[in-house]
């Protein structure tokens, strides 16, 4: 299923009233996107949306940040395939929760998909002063 929403940044409940109703607790969420077209952003609104007052920053350099015990969000930006699964991070997907992947590509993607995980697929195009997010699941 395809769907495609061109929000301002200030719309962006519209997209997570929506992800809220396809997000399980076992779920893998690809974000792509270029640098600053909002995806630490939408993971941020998701956790806030859910009612948890944890802090959400990009993982660029932790690799991995963990949010009220099962909220998982990666940010792959600066590691290869290799050297992400190298980290044993495959195993983390394994933890039950919601699992936030930032530049994750079509290789990661195609080995989810592999492992029988329900992966969603959200791309981020700036546009102006909106965002279109293409969402695949």
Known sequence: MQKEFELELNQLDILIKYLKEIINEDCIVILRGDLASGKTTLVKNYVK????????????????????????????????LGEFISLGMLEEFEKQGV????????KLEEILNDYGYKVILIEIEKKDNKRLYKINA
């Not at 699992?99 to 079509?106: C, N, P, Q, R």
Request: aromatic share 18%.
């Open 49 to 80: 949306a859910l009612g948890l007052t944890d802090l959400v920053t990009s993982p660029t350099f932790s690799l991995q940040a963990i949010y009220s015990d099962n909220i998982f969000h990666y940010d792959v930006y600066n590691k290869t």
């Open 99 to 106: 699992h936030f992947v930032e530049w994750g590509d079509e």
